[in-house]
C-alpha cells in the first residue's frame, strides 16, 4: 500500500535530484523509496551505490595478486 510522504529538502537538492531521475527513467518518489529501503535494510550489509554497482567486476586481477604488498609499494613511490 503506498502513502504519502511530506519531506521539506532545500529546492537546489529537489531540483537536482528531479533531473537525475528523468535522466535515468526514474521517479524521484522511486529514488526515495529505494533509498529508505537500502538504509533500513535489517541484515544491514553495506549496498554499494548504483555507480560502484556499474563497475563492480570490471577489473580481473590475478589469482596471487597480493593486495597488500601492491598498496606498500604504492605508498613507498609515492612518498619518495
Same mark, same amino acid.
Given at each position: 500500500? !503506498? =502513502?504519502?510522504?511530506?519531506? %521539506?529538502?532545500?529546492? !537546489? $537538492? /529537489? @531540483?537536482? #535530484? &528531479?533531473?537525475? #531521475?528523468?535522466? =535515468?527513467?526514474?521517479?524521484?518518489?522511486?529514488?526515495?523509496?529505494? *533509498?529508505?529501503? #537500502?538504509? =533500513?535494510?535489517?541484515? !544491514? @550489509?553495506?549496498?554499494?551505490?548504483? &555507480?560502484?554497482?556499474? /563497475? /563492480?567486476? #570490471? $577489473? %580481473?586481477?590475478?589469482? @596471487?595478486? @597480493?593486495?597488500?604488498?601492491?598498496?606498500? /609499494? *604504492?605508498?613507498?613511490?609515492?612518498?619518495?
Amino acid at each position: 500500500m !503506498n =502513502t504519502k510522504l511530506t519531506l %521539506t529538502v532545500e529546492k !537546489n $537538492v /529537489i @531540483d537536482k #535530484a &528531479k533531473r537525475y #531521475a528523468k535522466n =535515468t527513467g526514474r521517479s524521484l518518489s522511486e529514488l526515495v523509496e529505494n *533509498y529508505l529501503e #537500502a538504509l =533500513t535494510q535489517e541484515n !544491514n @550489509d553495506v549496498v554499494p551505490s548504483p &555507480k560502484l554497482q556499474k /563497475i /563492480i567486476g #570490471a $577489473v %580481473t586481477l590475478p589469482i @596471487d595478486f @597480493d593486495e597488500k604488498k601492491e598498496l606498500r /609499494i *604504492y605508498f613507498e613511490n609515492k612518498h619518495l
